[in-house]
């Protein structure tokens, strides 16, 4: 039996509306309107895509939006100089800085120096604390949009076993703490799981993920999470975007594992649509909070 495809792209519109009567709701009360402002190093074309998308996104939601384009030969003292003076922006509610950045500069240190008010992303420590200890002032983007699907379909994790494969700062870390908690902002059905991390050096990974109720592959890996990998009938969340010779795939190999799994997410059209779903609701937080 063929899984249940889970439709990141029609579940992100529907958020897109509800955010936009709620920026809408915002703007009349306050005449305050939301900002981001994203920084941009260089000419990746991946990057470029990406902000477009958001540019486009902030415009459907009646948002604003700046974009500061710099050369790859910026210096790191140029971007914190940057990033200052958005920090400093009463205008400027959120701030996003492109990654990659280009070699010459320290990532860490750029999304370290963005204040923990603005940083829309939730990578700056003070936010990530604050997320471990259950009490965030944002989700980051990407896990929350994982848990969006997971509520939107109806996916209890609550007792269950999760395995995310891929430690990453960005997905795999935060969306494990995130799914541990007591509960989440949609409820402790999407939360309460016992969750395994696993990695490039876990031994035995098929054994692991063959446990799992729900699968979360974001290792960054063109179709590593092969159909052997799946127990029937489990969920599996595909994270990853690659780019290949036959065009963007993710980190499961789809047509095989849609026949063992019982739910699988599709790339693109999963998760991707959702992680700016979700940074444009973090953008409306940060307003409210700077507004008082």
């Not at 896990?143 to 994790?157: E, K, M």
């Amino acid at each position: 039996m063929t899984a249940k495809r889970l439709d990141g792209k029609q579940l992100a519109a529907r958020l897109a509306v509800e955010l936009a009567a709620d920026v809408e709701e915002f703007t009349t009360a306050t005449k305050v309107v939301p900002t981001l402002a994203a920084v941009l190093v260089g000419e990746d074309p991946a990057s470029q895509v990406y902000v477009r998308h958001k540019e486009r996104a902030c415009k459907k939601a009646a948002m604003a939006s700046r974009l500061d384009r710099l050369a790859k030969e910026t210096t790191e003292s140029e971007l914190l100089t940057r990033v200052d003076q958005l920090n400093q922006d009463p205008q400027v509610h959120g701030i996003l800085v492109q990654l990659p950045l280009p070699g010459q500069i320290d990532e860490t240190r750029i999304l370290d120096a963005i204040v923990p008010a603005k940083d829309v992303d939730a990578f700056h420590p003070e936010n990530v604390g604050l997320l471990s200890q259950g009490r965030p002032r944002f989700l980051p983007c990407t896990p929350h949009g994982v848990q969006q699907i997971l509520h939107h379909y109806d996916i209890n994790i609550s007792g269950k076993h999760v395995v995310v494969v891929g430690r990453s700062e960005i997905v795999g870390k935060p969306l494990s703490l995130m799914l541990v908690q007591r509960d989440s902002s949609m409820g402790p059905e999407r939360a309460n799981a016992t969750v395994t991390i696993c990695h490039s050096r876990t031994n035995d990974l098929a054994s692991l993920t063959r446990q799992a109720d729900v699968v979360v592959a974001a290792i960054g890996k063109p179709r590593f999470i092969t159909a052997g990998m799946i127990r029937p009938g489990a969920t599996v969340i595909d994270v990853g975007i690659n780019r290949t010779d036959a065009g963007l795939v993710g980190d499961v190999d789809f047509e095989a594992v849609q026949e063992v799994a019982g739910a699988i997410t599709p790339v693109p059209g999963g998760v991707g649509p959702l992680t700016i779903a979700m940074l444009m609701r973090n953008t409306l937080i940060a307003a409210r909070l700077q507004s008082g």
